[in-house]
C-alpha cells in the first residue's frame, strides 16, 4: 500500500505560477500510474493530467493544456505538477492518485479507476 501526501497549494493571483507536490511513501511510485485530480466546490472530482508508469506517456485535461506540467521523479519518490498562468477556474482542492497497474504506457483519466489518493491540497486563485 502506499501513501500520498500533497503539499503546495495556496492563495495566488491570476497570472502566476505555483507548484504542487505529491510525495509517496510505502511503496515506489514507480509501480503506478499517477494522476491529479481537482475538485471545486459543489463540483464532482475532475480530471487534470496523467502521467504513465514509465513516465512517458502524458495526458492533459483541456483546460489546464499548454499552462499545467506533470513530472515524476521515481528516485526521490515524488510526481509534481507545475501550474503556469493559473486561472480563477483552477480553484479547487488538488488531489493527486496512484493506479496499480503492470502497463508502463497506458493512461487512466476516471477517478474510479485509481487506488490511492492523497488526503488533498487546496488551491485558491484570485482574479
Known amino acids: 500500500q502506499v501513501q500520498l501526501v500533497e503539499s503546495g497549494g495556496g492563495l495566488v493571483q491570476a497570472g502566476e505560477s505555483l507548484r504542487l507536490s505529491c510525495a509517496g511513501s510505502?511503496?515506489?511510485?514507480?509501480?503506478?500510474?499517477m494522476g491529479w485530480f481537482r475538485q471545486a466546490p459543489g463540483k464532482e472530482r475532475e480530471f487534470v493530467v496523467v502521467?504513465?508508469?514509465?513516465?512517458?506517456?502524458?495526458y492533459y485535461a483541456d483546460s489546464v493544456k499548454g499552462r499545467f506540467t506533470i513530472s515524476r521523479d521515481n528516485a526521490k519518490n515524488t510526481v509534481t505538477l507545475q501550474m503556469s498562468s493559473v486561472k480563477p477556474e483552477d480553484t479547487a482542492v488538488y488531489y493527486c492518485?496512484?493506479?496499480?497497474?503492470?502497463?508502463?504506457?497506458?493512461?487512466?483519466?476516471?477517478?474510479?479507476?485509481?487506488?490511492?489518493w492523497g488526503q488533498g491540497t487546496q488551491v485558491t486563485v484570485s482574479s
Open positions: 510505502g511503496r515506489t511510485l514507480s509501480n503506478y500510474a
Open positions: 492518485a496512484a493506479k496499480t497497474t503492470v502497463a508502463y504506457s497506458t493512461t487512466y483519466y476516471s477517478p474510479r479507476q485509481y487506488d490511492y
Open positions: 502521467t504513465s508508469r514509465s513516465g512517458s506517456t502524458t
